[in-house]
T-cell receptor, first 110, second 114 residues
C-alpha cells in the first residue's frame, strides 16, 4: 500500500463548480500536511498547509481528519486557471521526510 | 522569496556517462532534497541532507549519490547513467526548524539518457 494515496482523476468540471479532492495517508505518525499545485511541466508549488482545525485561503479550504487519516481540498467557484495537478504531501514525525501522493488532475472547462 | 535554482532545465546524456545535477538555494535552509518524478509514480525521494556533509538515503537511492560540501549547494550524481534514469529531477529545500514547513522546489531538470 502506498504511504500517501490520491485518486488521479482527471476531474473535469465546469467553471463555477465546487470540487473536492481527498488524500489518504497510512503512517499514523504523520504530523504535517500540505497541498501543492503543479502546472504542466513545472515544479510543484506550495498551495497551502493543512492545519488540524481546518483552514481557508480564499476559494480554497483544506481539512484534516486524523481519525480516518485523510486530508481534503475543496475548491469553490472553479476558474479556468485552477486547471492543474494537485498533490498532497505528508511529513511523518518518525521519518521527517515529505512524501507525496501521485496527484489529482483537475480540468476546468468553460 | 526562497529561490532554489537548478543548473540545467534540459539535459541529454549517453548511457554510462557520469552526470552531475546541481542545486543551489539562497535562503540559508538547512534541509535539501532530491526527488525524481515519473508519470504514474509521482515524486519519489532519492536522497536528502539536513546539514553540510551529511546525507541520508531516500526511498530510491540506487544508482545515485549526493554531495553537500556547502550549505547552499546539493549535488546529485548519477555514477553511470542508464536509460531508466530518464526522468524529471526536482531539488527542494526547507528550513531546519521542525517538520512544519513545506518545501520549496527548483524548476526541475528534465534528463534524457540515450
Amino acid at each position: 500500500r502506498k504511504e500517501v494515496e490520491q485518486d488521479p482523476g482527471p476531474f473535469n468540471v465546469p467553471e463555477g463548480a465546487t470540487v473536492a479532492f481527498n488524500c489518504t495517508y497510512s503512517n499514523s505518525a504523520s504530523q504535517s500536511f500540505f497541498w501543492y499545485r503543479q502546472d504542466c511541466r513545472k515544479e510543484p508549488k506550495l498551495l497551502m498547509s493543512v492545519y488540524s482545525s481546518g483552514n481557508e485561503d480564499g476559494r480554497f479550504t483544506a481539512q484534516l481528519n486524523r481519525a480516518s487519516q485523510y486530508i481534503s481540498l475543496l475548491i469553490r467557484d472553479s476558474k479556468l486557471s485552477d486547471s492543474a495537478t494537485y498533490l498532497c504531501a505528508v511529513i511523518a514525525s518518525n521519518t521527517g521526510k515529505l512524501i507525496f501522493g501521485q496527484g489529482t488532475t483537475l480540468q476546468v472547462k468553460p | 522569496d526562497v529561490k532554489v535554482t537548478q543548473s540545467s532545465r534540459y539535459l541529454v546524456k549517453r548511457t554510462g556517462e557520469k552526470v552531475f545535477l546541481e542545486c543551489v538555494q539562497d535562503m540559508d535552509h538547512e534541509n535539501m532534497f532530491w526527488y525524481r518524478q515519473d508519470p504514474g509514480l509521482g515524486l519519489r525521494l532519492i536522497y536528502f541532507s539536513y546539514d553540510v556533509k551529511m546525507k541520508e538515503k531516500g526511498d530510491i537511492p540506487e544508482g545515485y549519490s549526493v554531495s553537500r560540501e556547502k550549505k547552499e549547494r546539493f549535488s546529485l550524481i548519477l555514477e553511470s547513467a542508464s536509460t531508466n534514469q530518464t526522468s524529471m529531477y526536482l531539488c527542494a529545500s526547507s528550513p531546519g526548524q521542525g517538520t512544519f514547513y513545506g518545501y520549496t522546489f527548483g524548476s526541475g531538470t528534465r534528463l534524457t539518457v540515450v
